[in-house]
């Protein structure tokens, strides 16, 4: 076996249940071999023989729908592959964009910061529904009205190269940690230089409240730095296991209920940064800064913890 074949193998296994992968690795193997040699025996080139037998078998997320007795079709089985790529495409950087824009549209046409954070966050959202809609509703048509959109068909060439069976990479990893290290510098570098200068020009203001070095910032690093410990352990085991996931869950309430907490009760902000700005200093100004801040953090810790099962029963299904 080339790899090829190890390839075609490895993305077939990709989604499909763990404790079927090896008794489906062997018997896919074992098909793609005697094809191959059935090819040969009648003159046929070794290596033209696997990229036919290959091309043959098809896509092989189809081919593992068939394994997991899946049924690929929420609108209908023929664009269904198309439909979700496409969709994965369009949803993983369209809704941030127009959510970006909308935001420094709102930011520049006026003063309230609150709001243009707001205005982001309703232009993300309404664009993700907007594009699942449309785009389901299109290939919904194409499928009920048979028509033909002449897709280029599949092809071995399409097939991912090959990786180690990780699900954590070094590049993900990397990114985390450099993130986590960035973000935990920046809570005393904030406290001697911010973005926001001083009325009179002299210095710059502390984002967050000072009176939190009592205890809430430093139990807050304490809480980034476990993280960054917990990124590495990720990164060695190569896989969310169980201790992880629960060990990640903890550590984000421990960090999101404070921030919550303390948002609700007015405490995070710096009184010399919420005075500096007048529509920061209106209570309704500041309340949509605090709804939008813990709306926030709860929803990416839910986001965190939703994508941590779900790699969690990829592993252990």
């Given at each position: ?8 193998v ?31 025996a009648g ?30 079709q ?51 959202i ?8 449309w ?12 028509t033909?959109?002449d897709?280029?068909?599949w092809?071995?060439?399409?097939l991912?190269?090959?990786r ?5 990479t070094?590049?993900?990893a ?22 926001v ?9 502390p ?12 139990f ?16 060695r ?8 996931v ?10 999101a ?34 709804t ?10 839910l ?7 779900i ?7």
């Open positions: 076996m080339t790899s090829l074949t190890d390839r075609y490895a993305a077939t296994l990709r989604t499909v249940p763990a404790a079927r992968r090896e008794e489906i690795a062997a018997e896919l193997r074992g098909s793609i071999e005697d094809m191959i040699d059935g090819r040969a003159g046929e080139d070794t290596t033209a023989a696997e990229r036919e037998v290959l091309t043959e078998l098809g896509d092989p997320a189809q081919l593992a729908a068939r394994y997991a007795d899946r049924r690929l929420l609108i209908g089985p023929t664009y269904y592959l198309a439909w979700w790529r496409l969709l994965k495409l369009l949803l993983s950087f369209v809704p941030a964009l127009v959510g970006v824009v909308a935001g420094l549209v709102q930011a520049t046409d006026g003063d309230n910061v609150g709001g243009a954070v707001g205005a982001g966050i309703g232009a993300a309404q664009t993700a529904v907007q594009i699942a809609f785009v389901t509703l299109v290939f919904a048509v194409l499928e009920r009205t048979n033909k959109l897709l280029p068909a092809t071995v060439d399409q991912p190269q090959d180690p069976e990780r699900q954590i070094l590049a993900d990397a990114v985390s940690i450099g993130w986590l290290v960035i973000f935990t510098a920046y809570l005393p570098l904030q406290h001697f230089l911010s973005f200068p001083a009325r009179a020009g002299d210095g710059h203001l984002i967050l409240n000072p009176a939190l070095w009592s205890f809430w910032l430093p807050l690093m304490v809480v980034l730095i476990a993280t960054v410990g917990l990124e590495i352990a990720k990164y085991v190569g896989r969310w296991t169980l201790p992880l629960v060990t990640s869950a903890v550590l984000d309430l421990a960090f209920i404070p921030v919550i907490f303390l948002m609700q009760n007015d405490r995070l902000l710096s009184p010399e940064l919420v005075a500096r700005f007048d529509w920061l200093s209106q209570p309704d100004n500041l309340d949509t800064v605090a939008v801040t813990i709306v926030a953090t709860i929803v990416i810790v986001w965190h913890f939703a994508e941590s099962i790699k969690l029963r990829r592993t252990a299904a």
